[in-house]
C-alpha cells in the first residue's frame, strides 16, 4: 500500500526555500528548516486537494499569479492556531482590575471604546474579553463598546465566528460563566457549547494580515497581540511596534504573549506596565495595580 508520504514524495530543498520566502513575504512568518518535516506533513493535504502528486508543483503553481487564492490556504495550514479561554490569566487580572473601570467611566460618559484582538485565532480571547465586560458591565451593549477580533486564518475566523466549542475547549471558562454564557448541548452525544448571543453581539471577525493595510479608523484602548509576532523575525517585529503604538489611544494597553518582548522600548516609544504588558510613552507611568488588589 502506498503511504502518504510515498504519494507525494519530500519537500524538497528548492520548494521549500520558495515556499518560506512566500510565506515571509505574505505574512512575516518565518519557516526555517529545522521545522521542514513538520511543513511536509501540514502541506499534504493542500496537494491532495488540488490534484498534484509532487511539492515542486505545488510550489511552482503557490508562487504563481495563479495560485493567489491557494496561498491563503497554505498559510492557514502552516499557521499554529492553539488558544484557551482566559489564557495568561494575568493579562484579564490588569484588564478586570484597571481597565475596565476605566472603560466603564468613559463608556458612562457617552464616549466610545474599542479592543481589538489582533491573532484571535479560535476565539477564545475574544470571548473571554467579552465576558469579563459583561461581568463588570452588564449594559456594556447599550454603549458605543466593540471588540474587533482578526487572524490572518479564514478559517479559524469562521470557526470563531459560530462560536460553538467542544467541551474539552471550554477549559479557564469558571462553571459559573459557563452556566451563564454558553447554551449547553441538547441532542445526546453532542458535546458542543454555543456562546450566546450578548456575548457574540459585542464582536466583529474580520480576516487581517498584520503586515497588510489595516482597515482602522479609530484608535483602540486596549489591544491584545498575544503569541503572534514569536512567528515574526526582529526587523518584521520592530516595524510593527510603531503601528501598535498608532493604533491605540495615548493611554491604552498593549498586551504580547508570554514569550514575546520589546526589544528597545525607546525606539518603540513602549513602556513596561506588568508581565508583557505595555503602555506608550505618552500615557501616565503608574502601577498598575493598587496595593489593594480585589479578590
Known amino acids: 500500500m502506498t503511504s502518504t508520504v510515498d504519494k507525494f514524495g519530500e519537500l524538497d530543498s528548492d520548494s521549500f526555500q520558495a515556499i518560506a520566502r512566500l510565506t515571509y513575504d505574505s505574512c512575516g512568518i518565518q519557516l526555517v528548516e529545522e521545522k521542514r518535516s513538520m511543513i511536509q506533513s501540514r502541506l499534504r493535504h493542500r496537494l491532495s486537494a488540488l490534484g498534484l502528486h509532487e511539492f515542486a508543483s505545488y510550489s511552482r503553481f503557490v508562487c504563481s499569479e495563479q495560485g493567489r487564492d491557494e496561498r491563503r490556504h497554505m498559510i492557514s495550514a502552516l499557521t499554529t492556531n492553539v488558544s484557551h479561554f482566559y489564557r495568561e490569566r494575568h493579562h484579564f487580572d490588569t484588564l478586570r482590575d484597571e481597565i475596565i473601570p476605566k472603560l466603564a467611566r468613559k463608556l458612562r460618559q457617552g464616549h466610545r471604546a474599542r479592543i481589538w484582538s489582533a491573532g484571535c485565532s479560535n476565539g477564545q480571547e475574544p470571548y473571554s474579553i467579552a465576558m469579563d465586560l459583561l461581568e463588570a458591565l452588564p449594559e456594556v451593549a447599550t454603549l458605543d463598546f466593540r471588540i474587533l477580533a482578526t487572524d490572518i486564518d479564514p478559517k479559524v475566523v469562521r470557526f470563531a465566528q459560530e462560536g460553538r466549542y467542544p467541551e474539552r475547549m471550554l477549559e479557564g471558562v469558571p462553571p459559573d460563566r459557563r ?47 498575544r503569541n503572534v509576532v514569536i512567528y515574526f523575525d526582529a526587523g518584521t517585529q520592530n516595524s510593527l511596534w510603531p503601528r501598535f503604538r498608532d493604533a491605540l489611544d495615548p493611554e491604552g494597553y498593549l498586551f504580547l504573549g508570554h514569550s514575546e518582548r520589546i526589544a528597545d522600548m525607546e525606539t518603540a516609544k513602549f513602556f513596561i506596565a506588568g508581565t508583557t504588558t505595555y503602555r506608550p510613552t505618552s500615557a501616565p507611568a503608574q502601577p498598575l495595580f493598587s496595593s489593594q488588589r480585589k479578590s
Open 179 to 225: 452556566a451563564k454564557y454558553f447554551t449547553k448541548p441538547l441532542t445526546p452525544g453532542d458535546d458542543q457549547y454555543c456562546i450566546k448571543a450578548p456575548v457574540k453581539n459585542l464582536i466583529r471577525f474580520r480576516e487581517l494580515n498584520l503586515l497588510g493595510n489595516w482597515p482602522i479608523k479609530q484608535r483602540f484602548d486596549v489591544i491584545f497581540c
